[in-house]
């Protein structure tokens, strides 16, 4: 048998990545940060032209509440069982947009129709300080 045989394989991969790790350490240049130019419109006016992302698909869905039950009880759920939510009644539903709580509002209904009216948009700094 030879050596190469004998050797873990874990082995042999850590032994690759230390040697490109080494490899890579011993170039002299160093990390620049990304720099990125500013958006703006052809003109070099200040304003974003924002016609490149208004097709863009984006999941909304609006939250009356939630709760959370054991898999015993979810199991034993039929049709007519009442599952207690996390809301008031009357309290404001959340609007999330790819999960991110971006309004609330109040339900209505229009033509036999639900709707959401909205009552409250949550500014960029604030939907920053939700996301910590």
Same mark, same amino acid.
């Given at each position: 048998?030879?050596?190469?045989?004998?050797?873990?394989?874990?082995? !042999?991969?850590?032994?690759?990545? !230390?040697? !490109?790790?080494?490899?890579?350490?011993?170039?002299?240049?160093?990390?620049?940060?990304?720099?990125?130019?500013?958006?703006?419109?052809?003109?070099?006016?200040?304003?974003?032209?924002?016609?490149?992302?208004?097709?863009?698909?984006?999941?909304?869905?609006?939250?009356?509440?939630?709760?959370?039950?054991?898999?015993?009880?979810?199991?034993?759920?039929?049709?007519?069982?009442?599952?207690?939510?996390?809301?008031?009644?009357?309290?404001?539903?959340?609007?999330?947009?790819?999960?991110?709580?971006?309004?609330?509002?109040?339900?209505?209904?229009?033509?036999?129709?639900?709707?959401?009216?909205?009552?409250?948009?949550?500014?960029?700094?604030?939907?920053?300080?939700?996301?910590?």
């Amino acid at each position: 048998m030879n050596e190469e045989t004998k050797t873990d394989p874990n082995e !042999a991969l850590a032994d690759e990545w !230390a040697a !490109a790790l080494d490899e890579a350490g011993d170039t002299d240049e160093s990390a620049a940060a990304a720099t990125f130019d500013e958006l703006t419109d052809e003109s070099g006016n200040d304003a974003v032209n924002m016609d490149a992302i208004l097709d863009v698909p984006v999941t909304i869905s609006m939250e009356i509440g939630r709760t959370k039950i054991n898999i015993r009880n979810l199991l034993q759920l039929n049709q007519g069982s009442v599952v207690e939510l996390d809301r008031l009644a009357g309290e404001p539903m959340d609007v999330l947009v790819n999960g991110t709580l971006i309004a609330q509002g109040e339900v209505v209904v229009v033509n036999e129709k639900f709707g959401l009216r909205l009552t409250d948009i949550i500014s960029p700094s604030e939907r920053v300080k939700r996301l910590s």
